[in-house]
């Protein structure tokens, strides 16, 4: 890890807007980055290119995508064939949830980390702008931290593993307001759960709507293009 | 999960004795087996055959094998091409520790477990004949159905994760009784972590020690058979 001097922090790289952001404040803190993008059969697959870019254009020290099929336990709109919702978000868990996703991509993370004897960990969790995931809430990441700890090597022997989640209190119009003060290029993210044919995000499932509800508040434009035929969020 | 009427639990099946004997005595507490094995790359590739006959024999209702390559993030001799200890059984923490191998591997259990809709996990860890590694001691198996019942629909919604570790406070000479107690042929089982070429267990590893040791304690006959040029644990 002494390469470069640069303290280590792994980032969870999905390659939408929250984990871009959550990476560039990664570097912005001092830290090389290794990033972790998991191929879990997620039906758009455009994040998987989307992770690589970012990983590229923040200047990843190191980039690992694992693959790991999630469709063979079934249970989720995002990996199996079930129709993503386009009705708004409600307060219910979706559909869209998939069983312990951030349970098990910040154990892998962990793993990683430890693998390469880094302590510091990135998410790009929200607990604000969310679909109502059980696993993005605050008290299950602090909980998570403990967790690792006490069931790593690293863990026991050099100290506690930190999950930093930076993202955790901000709105989607913060998270639009931060990347454009880092001067990050939204455009090569990717957060659409259901892309159309012609490569275009839908721009009506949960997280197309709350991503434009986000740049829309804060008066910023989009990187990213939707198509013109879709209703405003 | 109501095709029997009877309760799912998921175990996590390795392929090794104390696996068998948690699957077994989930088995025996009127669960419905379904069982998970990860293939993350082992060496000892023998337990993945191990898995798929205890699976079988305990007349699991399902039986996922989950691929994982942590052979992307390094750092183990279970994983790596880095010679496997033959000296003994030390204090320390050894080089065949899989980093957070417990966390992520209880992590896709939870997952297969919500995704079925089971909250019951058997896990064969124990922490008196064990080999130093910080994922198999109770604090930590503790901490994990905490976080898991936090971080999941299932958990939030239906009630809290149970983790079973029914080996947690055996020794091994206790596993092999408990073995012997419910008639199951230790034979279909595996633990060694460096195969001879010859298809038998080296006898000298940590797992391969700490098997024999106690099947002699219990004064048992093991089904798995070691070649006699090995000098005795």
Redesign the interface.
């Given at each position: 890890m002494a390469e470069t001097g640069e303290p280590v922090a792994v980032v969870l790289l999905s390659g939408g807007l929250d984990s871009m952001v959550s990476a560039a404040l990664a570097r912005e803190q001092g830290f090389a980055l290794h990033a972790l993008t998991i191929d879990y059969g997620q039906r758009h697959r455009r994040e998987l290119d989307a992770a690589r870019r970012i990983a590229a254009e923040l200047g990843a020290a190191r980039h690992?995508e694992?693959?790991?099929?999630?469709r063979?336990?079934?249970?989720?709109a995002l990996t199996d064939d079930v129709d993503v919702p386009k009705e708004g978000v409600g307060e219910a868990?979706p559909v869209t949830?998939?069983?312990?996703?951030?349970?098990?991509f910040?154990?892998?993370t962990?793993?990683?980390a430890?693998?390469?004897g880094a302590r510091d960990i990135f998410i790009g969790v929200n607990a604000l702008d969310y679909s109502g995931y059980?696993?993005c809430?605050p008290?299950?990441i602090t909980?998570?931290a403990?967790?690792?700890s006490?069931?790593?090597?690293?863990?026991?022997?050099d100290g506690p593993i930190v999950i930093h989640a930076p993202l955790q209190y901000m709105s989607k119009a913060d998270i639009a307001r931060e990347a454009d003060r880092l001067g990050l290029d939204t455009g090569m993210s990717w957060s659409c759960y259901d892309p159309r044919a012609d490569g275009l995000p839908c721009g009506a499932c949960d997280s197309c709507r709350l991503r434009r509800k986000g740049f829309a508040e804060a008066g910023l434009e989009d990187g990213l293009r939707y198509p013109y035929d879709i209703p405003p969020a």
């Amino acid at each position: 890890m002494a390469e470069t001097g640069e303290p280590v922090a792994v980032v969870l790289l999905s390659g939408g807007l929250d984990s871009m952001v959550s990476a560039a404040l990664a570097r912005e803190q001092g830290f090389a980055l290794h990033a972790l993008t998991i191929d879990y059969g997620q039906r758009h697959r455009r994040e998987l290119d989307a992770a690589r870019r970012i990983a590229a254009e923040l200047g990843a020290a190191r980039h690992v995508e694992l693959a790991l099929d999630l469709r063979k336990f079934g249970g989720s709109a995002l990996t199996d064939d079930v129709d993503v919702p386009k009705e708004g978000v409600g307060e219910a868990i979706p559909v869209t949830y998939v069983p312990a996703r951030n349970l098990v991509f910040l154990s892998l993370t962990t793993a990683f980390a430890e693998s390469g004897g880094a302590r510091d960990i990135f998410i790009g969790v929200n607990a604000l702008d969310y679909s109502g995931y059980p696993d993005c809430r605050p008290e299950f990441i602090t909980s998570f931290a403990h967790t690792a700890s006490l069931g790593t090597k690293i863990g026991v022997e050099d100290g506690p593993i930190v999950i930093h989640a930076p993202l955790q209190y901000m709105s989607k119009a913060d998270i639009a307001r931060e990347a454009d003060r880092l001067g990050l290029d939204t455009g090569m993210s990717w957060s659409c759960y259901d892309p159309r044919a012609d490569g275009l995000p839908c721009g009506a499932c949960d997280s197309c709507r709350l991503r434009r509800k986000g740049f829309a508040e804060a008066g910023l434009e989009d990187g990213l293009r939707y198509p013109y035929d879709i209703p405003p969020a």
